[in-house]
């Protein structure tokens, strides 16, 4: 009978093995995933075309107790946008009981002219019939008409209770007369200047848009330099291949992305019981058919200056993401070949400490190999020795994706080489392990099916001075782009 100690050390060789064999499984994902083509949109496409062509764009803003001067920062941007001022409107969405939000949005309206306001009231009032309504209509508003939420009218009070209210009232006020586009950003989002017209080209070719993201707070603190780390390795690398012809299933990013208002309400608007809306709508889209074309001109945002608020932030992704893939894939008529790859577009996440494991755990069994003291088998070695090579090429090209990306809001080189200073690999090591807490917490939200109180993340006005050097002076309110008397819509918001 094995001894105690020869007992742990069978088992440290096979966890060691598990451990490199799951390893190489992540690296094998990333070549599907850098394997699949990215549909790109072409902004200039729009220059070309009849202003009178152009669609018109309804960009929602959902705002829950938020600084005036973030979202005075947003609107500064949105004064930028170069697309025709007859042929698009900015709604904010507070709701109605957030007066300190309202009494600021109409101070800032009289500031910024296209500001419009829809405050949304409790679901007991009238004016949600209209979607109540809607819901009866379209058997693909399927939290509505099966399972435990069937016929719930309480909705609950967070981002996407705001955007369904706000959406369907549009629709109503425009009685199907008019098709429009959808767009929505967060609180302290700022798009850039050729945002719409990335919408009017795009929107010739897919039925999905989506901008990518980037933080313009980068080197505002260390916490803030991590945080921004997740979206130069997301949104900047990974997510653009999951529009692949349409062959692959597709979340959205919750901001800066487009599509058509009679496509949403066909396909039954937000669903309001998970977490966040953004993975389960995209799916829905794609399972019916729609594609998906990126924009490559990012939103800046601003990411959480603290690790306590970046874990609050990540807890509701994950939550939002162990929710969308459960019960929604099958109620959608997802087919069971899609839902896997589907839970493929979550495995990244999942996967993240398996850097901080396997690679020290790899290059201490390789050091020992080449000095003759080798206690696993040659084959285990091999694997780690790929595992370490492929690991540095991989993050090679992140970090050259993230000094050209970071050009964007540092455009000083020094600033640029702090900020990859901040995210070496070491302190990504121990970034990677500390996405244990979130995903910790977000599966347990999601097994108590918490996380439908809108828990906002703080912001700051990181980015005030950076939209003012970006944009510079006010452009023209058209940029040249006079529309040539196309038919009018007419919203009452």
């Known amino acids: 009978m094995a001894s105690l100690s020869e007992q742990m050390q069978f088992f440290a060789l096979y966890a060691f093995c598990a451990v490199q064999i799951a390893y190489s499984l992540t690296f094998l994902l990333d070549f599907y995933f850098f394997s699949r083509p990215i549909n790109w949109v072409d902004p200039s496409e729009a220059r070309r075309m009849d202003p009178a062509q152009y669609p018109y764009i309804v960009l929602f803003y959902p705002v829950l107790r938020e600084l005036e001067a973030t979202m005075r920062t947003t609107f500064l941007s949105l004064a930028q946008i170069e697309y025709p001022r007859d042929r698009y409107s900015v709604v904010a969405i507070p709701n109605a009981d957030d007066r300190v939000t309202v009494a600021a949005l109409r101070r800032l309206q009289k500031e910024f002219s296209f500001l419009h306001i829809i405050e949304v009231p409790h679901t007991s009032h009238k004016n949600w019939r209209v979607v109540w309504d809607s819901w009866n209509r379209v058997k693909k508003a399927y939290w509505w008409h099966a399972g435990k939420h069937a016929h719930n009218r309480n909705l609950p009070p967070k981002k996407t209770r705001q955007l369904i209210y706000a959406f369907y009232r549009i629709v109503h006020s425009v009685g199907g007369k008019h098709d429009f586009l959808v767009n929505y950003i967060d609180a302290d989002s700022c798009p850039p200047a050729d945002h719409f017209l990335a919408a009017a080209a795009g929107m ?16 505002a603190s260390l916490a803030a330099s991590w945080h921004a780390f997740d979206h130069m390795a997301w949104d900047g690398m990974k997510y653009p291949h999951l529009s692949a012809d349409g062959k692959h299933p597709f979340w959205v990013l919750g901001k800066g992305l487009f599509f058509r208002a009679s496509d949403l309400v066909e396909l039954g608007g937000f669903h309001p019981w998970i977490t966040i809306e953004d993975p389960e709508v995209g799916m829905r889209f794609w399972t019916n058919g729609k594609r998906l074309g990126i924009i490559a001109n990012p ?10 608020h970046g874990i609050t932030q990540r807890k509701r992704w994950v939550a939002g993401f162990f929710q969308s893939l459960a019960t929604p894939l099958k109620a959608m008529g997802m087919a069971p070949r899609d839902r896997l790859k589907a839970w493929l577009n979550f495995l990244p996440c999942l996967s993240l400490s398996l850097n901080s494991i396997g690679l020290p755990l790899g290059i201490w069994v390789s050091a020992n ?10 084959w285990a070695v091999a694997l780690s020795l ?11 090209r992140l970090y050259v994706r993230t000094w050209q990306r970071s050009a964007l809001v540092l455009p000083r080189r020094r600033d640029r080489l702090w900020y990859l200073l901040r995210v070496n690999p070491v302190f990504i090591m121990v970034w990677w392990l500390i996405w244990l807490i979130p995903l910790w917490i977000g599966l347990r939200m999601f097994l108590r099916d918490e996380g439908l109180v809108w828990e906002r993340t703080e912001k700051t006005d990181a980015n005030h001075a950076l939209v003012r050097r970006t944009r510079g002076r006010t452009a023209p309110a058209e940029a040249g782009l006079e529309t040539r008397r196309p038919q009018p819509v007419q919203l009452r918001v």
């Open 299 to 308: 939103l800046i945002e601003e990411v959480p200056l603290t690790f306590a």
């Open 369 to 378: 190999f080449l000095f003759g003291a080798s206690v696993v088998p040659f």
């Open 386 to 396: 790929v595992n370490i090579v492929i690991f540095v090429l991989s993050m090679t």
């Open 204 to 219: 010739q070719h897919y039925d999905v848009l989506q901008a990518q993201n980037i933080a313009g707070n980068l080197n």
